[in-house]
């Protein structure tokens, strides 16, 4: 294929390269909760959907009209 015909290879990386360890783990955990709670992160605002206009969220994230995550509400 064309990539393999270059030598060109995905890798990716697995958790435990980073956090090799449970307390590693817990650690990142409690640092990147903290930094969303104290608004390091940004202002972090979903688009929500309800479950019956799944059609209309996919075909306004093809668009490009949402940024973020989308959540489909039941």
Same mark, same amino acid.
């Given at each position: 294929?064309? &990539?393999?015909? =270059? +030598?060109? =290879?995905?890798? =990716? /990386?697995?958790? +435990? +390269?980073?956090? /090799?360890?449970?307390?590693s ?8 909760? @903290?930094?969303?709670? @104290? $608004?390091?992160? $940004?202002?972090?605002? /979903?688009?929500?959907y309800? &479950?019956? @206009?799944?059609?209309?969220?996919? =075909?306004?994230?093809?668009e $490009? ?8 509400? /039941?």
């Amino acid at each position: 294929n064309y &990539l393999s015909k =270059r +030598q060109i =290879r995905l890798v =990716r /990386p697995a958790l +435990q +390269q980073y956090l /090799p360890d449970m307390h590693s783990r817990e650690l990142a955990t409690r640092e990147l909760f @903290d930094a969303w709670r @104290d $608004g390091s992160l $940004g202002t972090i605002t /979903p688009t929500i959907y309800a &479950l019956k @206009d799944a059609a209309v969220a996919h =075909r306004d994230l093809e668009e $490009g009209k949402t940024t973020g995550s989308i959540i489909l509400h /039941p």
